[in-house]
């Protein structure tokens, strides 16, 4: 236990830190007031999610910890990987440098507006948590996995990536930015990608998921697709 709660805040600080490094240089300035808001405002929701799962579903939080390129069983999954890390970094270098060379002009409510997005989405990903103790870092089957069908999993089949697209829509405006917006396009294609891949796998491997399927018509977006 004690290693897997320094590896989980290992991972936080160390996620901390690079965001700082891929806002700040790009931005040129630590003049930022929209950067060290957003910063502690997506720093503290996966915080006290960790902390939930330590107490409630440790399991859950070793998973978790176990993520990004690499950590794949599949080829194609490692490569979605590394595009999904490439597009999560350009959403963050797009806005820093909106700001560094005043693109956009974004109103304070606006910015407001963008940290609340990404709580939100914190949110919605701790729901997912919360009903489902299979939701891993990778897409794999474990010893007693069982297809979830509660909660958000009865609207959509992959709830957890509508709270990541929520979160990744307030970062721009959070940073202050209309233009980072556009970097959300090439993100949603590649959880797109992944989601369509895990369905494939999870239908093959995982007993009952096929009928899920039958049953939960929608990806992602309800009664859209």
Known sequence: MNHLVIRAFAGLLFLLIVMAIIIFVPAWTLD???????????????????????????????????????????????????????AFIAIFIASALDHRFGWSTVPAYVTALGDVLVIFGFYLVFLVFKENTFASGTIEVVAEQRVISTGPYALVRHPMYIGALVMLVGVPLALGSWWGLLAIIPMTLVLILRLLDEEKFLAKNLAGYSDYQSKVRYHLFPLIW
């Open 32 to 86: 930022y007031w929209q950067a060290w808001i957003f910063l502690v405002v997506f720093f503290v929701p996966p915080l006290l999610i960790t902390m939930y799962l330590m107490k409630h579903d440790p399991k859950l939080l070793e998973r978790r910890t176990t993520a990004g390129p690499g950590a794949e069983q599949e080829r194609i999954q490692n490569i979605i990987q590394a595009l999904a890390g490439l």
